[in-house]
């Protein structure tokens, strides 16, 4: 006699929802399996239902996921009749088969479906993330003569041949390098989050995981920054006021004084962002890439800036700067809650606009890098760079660097500073090879002493050996 009920994990996973489980029990022996289906909280699950109503109603997706839990049920019921036909009918043969069913299932389409939920919660950067991975995949099976990948297929082997394939690729953004290695590293961390993810909702078993076996490792980069000198060189640039040089330069400057603001921030700033409070000007806003809250006071350098651009004399609703077309109807959302919740194809066009409004300004300071005579691949990021690099060197901590950066945590702005903190190591050379000519080694004092001597006169010698006696 078999026995077929859904049950909840209360141990949620790393993404904080509950899987539903499928308990199979047999002549008293039971066994479970992860469905593809979890829920955000446990009371939105009802072990108690009646029909299929497992999800309750107040779920949007309910109806589809008590679906599919209905087909997965009734898919449990058949193989454990097919099964009994040959008398090997047990809670772990009737698990062993759905296993089987699911390590058939399409891990290309799994992996497409995973980047529209990102894309549809907003995740428009990560999602192109996702997409360009799953594009590069899609080239390598076409290549092989295939048009799918199934869970089945996923192996040391083929993860092996697929790193083959992604360094012959060429860079999209320069055709004459092949891909970088670090960007090697992104699109196995991206297929090994997938793997995860299908791990966690009963598509793969865990010892099928091919990242058990499979490595892949990028490499360091040094995080390019511009001294103080440079700095100064590319502030003493005769610009004509308008240009878009000029323009460009104040998007960098404006950025290191406001602790290094990423791009895709500063490009979106509407003057609603400059508030007066504490008896001085601020600028407050929340950042797209974490949504963390930044509260920080515009430096006198920074006013000036904003000056230039009609600083008191505009709209609060309008952008500070002159980048993105106020007539596009993604303008409308005035705070980055309003962003998020934005239709897709509307953040989709706003990533697209800000992506492209941040290469021009790179490509503008690339020239006036190469007007300042600075041999340097100047980018936005690198005003980040340039703040946190001339903030160690005034002395400022960690710590603050930190809270200034809005770094997570601690490690990792030690991590990030390390790049630039040199200190420590040339010291150590210094003091290893840096000898001082005062510090002669005994070899050498007694050469010195016996040319001295040798320079000397009968009578000299004779008032110095008389010296030492007395002394």
């Known amino acids: 006699m078999a026995n077929f009920r859904f049950e909840l994990n209360s141990k949620p996973s790393r993404n904080k929802r509950h899987t539903i489980l499928l308990c199979v029990s047999v002549g008293g022996k039971r066994k479970r399996i992860s469905t593809p289906i979890s829920v955000e909280k446990p009371s939105q699950f009802n072990y108690k239902c009646k029909g299929d109503n497992w999800i309750r109603a107040s779920v949007p997706e309910s109806a589809k996921w008590n679906s599919q839990l209905h087909d997965i049920l009734e898919e449990a019921k058949d193989k454990y009749l097919e099964l009994a036909d040959t008398n090997q009918a047990s809670s772990d043969n009737v698990v062993s088969k759905l296993k089987e069913k699911a390590h058939s299932v399409s891990f290309l389409e799994f992996a497409r479906k995973r980047a529209d939920e990102i894309l549809n919660a907003g995740g428009v950067r990560n999602w192109k993330k996702y997409n360009g991975t799953l594009n590069k995949l899609e080239s390598f099976l076409k290549k092989t003569g295939k048009s799918d990948l199934l869970f089945s297929e996923l192996s040391t082997e083929f993860l092996t041949k697929f790193d083959s394939f992604l360094h012959t690729l060429r860079n999209e953004r320069d055709n004459n390098k092949l891909l970088h290695v670090n960007t090697i590293e992104v699109v196995f961390n991206i297929l090994k989050t997938l793997v995860k993810r299908s791990i966690d909702l009963g598509y793969l078993d865990v010892s099928h995981n091919p990242f058990l076996t499979f490595k892949y490792k990028g490499v360091k980069t040094e995080k390019e ?113 309003e962003v998020d919740t934005m239709p897709v194809e509307l953040k989709k066009q706003l990533y697209t606009d800000i992506s492209a409004k941040n290469a021009l300004i790179n490509k503008y300071l690339n020239k006036l890098a190469s007007m300042a005579g600075i041999n340097k691949k100047l980018s936005m990021h690198i005003a980040r760079h340039s703040f946190a690099s001339v903030a160690m060197h005034e002395g400022t901590s960690n710590t603050i660097i930190k809270n200034l950066l809005a770094h997570s945590s601690l490690a990792i702005t030690e991590k990030y500073m390390g790049n630039f903190n040199t200190a420590t190591t040339d010291e150590a050379l210094k003091k290893m090879f840096n000898k001082e000519a005062s510090e002669p080694t005994i070899e050498e004092k007694k050469k010195q002493l016996a040319s001295m001597l040798a320079s000397l006169d009968e009578d000299a010698v004779n008032k110095l050996l008389a010296t030492l006696k007395t002394n």
């Open 225 to 337: 920054k511009l001294t103080l000198e440079e700095l100064k060189s590319l502030l003493a640039l005769e610009l004509e006021d308008g240009s878009l040089l000029w323009h460009c330069r104040n998007y960098f400057f404006f950025s290191l004084y406001c602790a290094g603001i990423r791009a895709g921030d500063l490009i979106q700033l509407r003057w609603k962002n400059v508030v007066f409070e504490k008896e001085e000007w601020r600028l407050q806003y929340q950042m797209g890439k974490n949504h963390k809250l930044r509260d920080l006071v515009l430096v006198n350098p920074a006013m000036d800036i904003l000056k230039y651009y009609g600083f008191g004399n505009k709209p609060v609703e309008n952008y500070i700067f002159p980048l993105l077309d106020a007539t596009k109807p993604y303008c409308y959302a005035l705070t980055q809650s």
